[in-house]
């Protein structure tokens, strides 16, 4: 039998003006997503995007796709029929038998693109529920709330019936938000950071500081492979890899050991506000979350904001551990972030950190540095690598 995917888009529909251009970047994210594993057609009306597989192109790898892609609430796979109320009854008996024979209660809810059917929707409702309570006679009609909802669409070209969707990612379509630079460190909480702000439509890019030989090639690896992961979500990403090493040393050499952390902290924001700004960003992402460490405190936030004009968003921030790292396992990042490769914040960890810093005792601190010779030093020597 042959299959299609129904995409039922989600909040983009109370966009009004700007719908049709959220629309619009919907559809091409869906193409080039579904170009990775196959030939798929893909068209959209009334909220609905259809895909239909060409050749032998497989409805199974693009519903592993579309379940991924932001701004879309429901997918689900379809049956393809003839215009014809007799093909139409038998094709949605036989392609919903599993699904029916676990329910109930059901209906059938019928929508006609096609005016010129010989039947109307509620006729062709009630003959595809008669011969489904016929051929499965446990089930029970239901207009409120049925376990399942039996669909049938006529369309110019061909007919088709579906049920049960799966859950879409929710959110926004990729980009119709802007551009944020992720800082992506080999954690539980960047990641997942990065997936929620990518699902309110933002495109994302991301900057990681290595601090080679300090932490290993293996780090790097890994946070490669996490953008991997968050690439099946959000679509390609570069992830700009800055060496952190020297200005690490630097810190270690010629500042005071409770202020560490901080300096090194507001050397990342830098670097990354850079990278931003060079890369079209117009806002920076962290995975910080309140009072988690000692440079997580309001205090030690206010100390590094300073340094950035971009807006910082910090998504998990008001998150306990547990609800970061329940989306974690959904985003499918929890895995490689548990993986034990040292991250750079962990390298010169001072034994006493300040919690509640003043803002002039960190820049006292910080003034000891060549702060710009090092950024400078810094992103000379960046590598850009994509995945996705
Ligand atoms: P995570 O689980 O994301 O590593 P964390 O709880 O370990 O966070 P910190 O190590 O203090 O917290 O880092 C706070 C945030 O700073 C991270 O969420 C991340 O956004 C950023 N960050 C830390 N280390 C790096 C790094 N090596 N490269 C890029 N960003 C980093
Ligand atoms: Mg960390």
Redesign the pocket.
Known sequence: MKEILLCKCGELVLKGLNRHKFEERLQKTLYWRLKKVGEYRVHGCQSIFYVEPEGDASVDAALEVCRRVFGLVAVSRAAVCEKDIGDIREKAGAYLKDLLTGVRTYKVETRRADKRFSLTSPQISRDVGGYLSDLYPHLQPQMEHPQVTVRVEVREDYAFVSGGPVPGAGGLPTGTSGRGM??????????V?GWMMAKRGLELGA????SYPYTSQEAKQKVLDLAQVLSRWCGKLTVTVIP?THIQTEIRDKCKEDYFTLVM?RM?MRLAEETAKIQNCQCLI????LA??A??TVQAIHTTNKVCSLPVLRPVIGMDKEEIVAIARRVGTMEI?TLPYE???TVFTPKHPQTKPALERVEQEESLLDVEGLIAEALAGVERITVG
């Open positions: 992720l800082l992506l460190s080999g954690g539980i909480d960047s990641p950071a900057v990681h500081f290595f952190f902290r990342m962290t995975g910080e979350s988690q460490v440079s997580q972030s991250d750079c914040c």
